[in-house]
């Protein structure tokens, strides 16, 4: 029996993460909580009868399905104990006892923002975590979501290409979810990590979710919230941050979007409010590293006059091609075809229904 096996068939039982930690201190490892009678389990772990029978029963199983399915995917456990565990995520209260990782944990990691929005966001919201992402990436900082659809999947592909970025998922590391990110995840792991508290084939069932956010929080300096109703989940991590005593942040939206409703709670109830990457950098005053790995589009000296007129008319709103000839004076083919010389010098972005929005 390998060393890690009693860990990994600890995470198994999926008990709560601070009565498995207290059990593990305790008795001193995974191994010796296996074999301690219920009734001392009972009393150091203050656990029903029925979840004492559970450890009990869990000691004449094994985890080597689990063991194999980890070596498949290329992934690892890492205990509380060991030292590449994050320096951030022990000081939670509840910090799970293992973490199963692919990709490499780092301790620079504790220099991380986690930022978590809607699965349904709006061109807006996009915008402003694509480039918020992309800018603290690019300064040294590690950014983490939790690799869902909508705004978690637009952080990190805006980090990848720029730094570093971690996805925290819900489910089993070898049950993607949501399944049209493998590649995503795959990318992900060649600077970064993909890593969760669930074993191998764990199901991205919905109760899971709320215990993962508490992960993206407690990696971290702060939250970042894009966008969100006030009952989305992302706002579970606003809350689990300030339980864990981390910043909360969120960025300010029309009105008349509902998404907006999230963040202007939090920012009346005393969240920063964020327009850029650097008003979090100002708030969290750690030392970063500059990186060169993807440069900004700048705007050159020499735009013509039409393509100048075309970027002053936009903003991370989505605007209307119509609406930008009537604004800018011009006819329809050459604001075409201006539009279409800015997409490929990465100034401006097509959007659905034939709008563009600014890039930089």
């Known amino acids: 029996m390998s060393q890690i096996e009693p860990w990994v068939r600890l995470a198994k039982l999926e008990l709560s993460a601070k009565k498995a930690v207290a059990l593990v201190d305790y008795f001193g490892n995974p191994l010796e909580v296996f074999r301690a009678p219920a009734e001392e389990l009972m009393q150091v772990g203050t656990l029903s009868a029925k979840t004492a029978e559970r450890i009990r029963s869990a000691a004449s199983t094994s985890a080597d399905q689990e063991m ?3 070596d498949k995917i290329g ?10 565990y994050p320096a951030n995520l022990r000081q939670i209260y509840d910090p799970p006892p293992v973490l199963f990782v692919m ?3 780092r301790e ?3 220099f991380a923002v986690g930022i978590v929005g809607t699965r349904r966001p709006s061109e807006y919201g996009r915008s402003m975590a694509m480039k918020i992402s992309r800018d603290l990436a690019a300064r040294g900082l590690c950014v983490i979501s939790g690799g869902a659809r909508g705004i978690d999947t637009v952080v990190h592909t ?5 730094g570093r970025t971690i996805a925290i998922l819900g489910s089993g590391l070898d049950v993607p979810y949501p399944y049209e990110n493998r590649g995503l995840f795959k990318r992900i792991t060649e600077s970064g990590a993909v890593i969760s508290e669930y074993v191998p084939g764990a199901k991205p069932d919905a109760y899971r979710f709320p215990a993962r956010n508490r992960l993206i929080s407690g990696m971290s300096l702060g939250v970042l919230i894009v966008e969100s109703l006030v009952t989305g989940g992302a706002m579970i991590t606003a809350r689990t941050a300030e339980e864990q005593n981390r910043d909360v942040w969120a960025i300010p939206g029309s009105t008349d979007n509902e998404l907006s409703e999230g963040p202007h709670r939090l920012i009346r109830d005393g969240a920063k409010l964020v327009e850029r990457a650097e008003d979090i950098l100002e708030e969290i005053g750690v030392p970063v590293e500059h990186s060169d790995r993807r440069e900004r589009p700048t705007i050159p000296d020499n735009i013509t006059p039409e393509q100048k007129a075309v970027l002053q008319a936009l903003s991370l709103h989505p605007k209307h091609v119509d609406d930008i000839i009537a604004e800018c004076g011009l006819s329809a083919s050459v604001a075409n075809s201006t539009l279409t010389l800015l997409e490929m010098m990465g ?3 097509r959007v659905p229904g034939n709008s563009y929005v600014r890039a930089v």
């Open 347 to 349: 100034l401006v972005r």
């Open 68 to 70: 194999r399915a980890l």
């Open 108 to 110: 620079e990691d504790r």
């Open 103 to 105: 990709g490499e944990l």
């Open 75 to 84: 992934a690892r456990a890492v205990t509380i104990r060991d030292g590449e």
């Open 158 to 162: 805006s980090a990848v290409p720029a």
